[in-house]
């Protein structure tokens, strides 16, 4: 009896070209609004929320004593318009102050999240069913110590772009209320993925793009050298100096070209004599690579043609 393993056949080129095309969507750019946020800076920001995204995991799932994730999803450039356009009425919005960054800070929690975690932090199963209306006086006080651990957290994790201190300033359901930014201000807006047990929500942070900027122009700026960096780099920088002095090039001595037409160059046969574009006067060329860097006068030296090196002629070539 025999055994054949059949190797997994390969995808097919339709299948393929249907896959790049799903990973590669367009996206489109409004040359009214340029990107200010670069790529660069939004690596940046990407490294810091991710932390703050491991830490608010922890931070929801011992507060509620259920297993919840956040997992941050994107990072992205908006005007305050958008922003507030894309949440949900009404929902639950915290406003606060972030210095020594400029103006003042979003973080939004779907309304039916807030109340779920109400629901834990009381006892509760956390029901998928919850009431949408704004939190009571008891309520609102129960989830303050979850939201304040957030900006807590948030503040652990910004870090190495600005050390800031957000403190709480307000709480609005309505995010047309919530008089954040000027409606065309940009402003950069993270998204997270938060699941409390097997459901699932939208989370945002708010922050403005012009009380970041400054900070993230100075952390993606190169870290300050020390005079042992400095002696080293000099060191390697002298030490590749004399290897390349010491690297074997190829050189020619050459004439200056000559043009010659296709009937000229097909009609040539032994014996010919071609006249020369090189004035008789003039040096010949030293190059490498195609390059001239030199001149020099033809000569010999015993029984080895030579070339002795002159100056640079003022005639015009």
């Known amino acids: 009896m025999s055994l054949f393993a059949t190797a997994p056949r390969p995808a097919s080129a339709a299948a393929r070209t249907r896959r790049r095309a799903r990973a590669s969507e367009p996206t489109v750019y409004d040359f009214r609004r340029p990107i200010q946020l670069s790529r660069e800076h939004s690596r940046i920001l990407q490294l810091g929320l991710s932390g703050l995204a491991r830490q608010a995991t922890t931070v929801f799932t011992s507060s509620l004593r259920t297993v919840c994730t956040v997992q941050l999803l994107s990072i992205a450039q908006e005007t305050y318009a958008e922003y507030v356009d894309s949440l949900n009425a009404p929902t639950y919005l915290l406003k606060f102050s972030a210095e020594p960054m400029s103006g003042l800070g979003v973080l939004e929690i779907p309304l039916p999240a807030i109340m779920s975690c109400v629901d834990h932090m009381l006892g509760g199963p956390g029901s998928a069913v919850q009431p949408v209306r704004p939190l009571t006086d008891i309520e609102g006080g129960v989830v303050r110590g979850l ?132 004035p008789a006067s003039a040096p010949l060329d030293v190059t490498v690579d195609d390059t001239t860097f030199a001149h020099a006068t033809p000569g010999t030296q015993g029984a080895r043609l030579a070339a002795l090196i002159v100056g640079t002629p003022e005639e015009k070539r």
């Open 147 to 278: 939201v304040e651990r957030l900006l807590g957290e948030m503040q652990y994790s910004l870090a190495g772009v600005v050390e800031i201190d957000p403190k709480l300033t307000g709480i609005e359901y309505s995010p047309q209320f919530a008089q954040v930014a000027g409606a065309a201000d940009v402003m950069v807006v993270a998204t997270f993925d938060l699941r409390i047990g097997d459901r699932a929500h939208r989370m945002s942070i708010c922050l403005p793009f012009s009380g970041l900027q400054p900070h993230l122009v100075k952390a993606a700026a190169p870290a300050p050298v020390s005079e042992r960096e400095r002696a080293q780099r000099a060191r390697a920088a002298d030490l590749v100096h004399r290897q390349f002095e010491q690297v074997p090039v190829q050189v020619s001595v050459t004439f200056r070209p000559t043009r010659l037409g296709p009937d000229s160059l097909g009609g040539l046969a032994v014996g010919d004599v071609l006249r020369l574009s090189h």
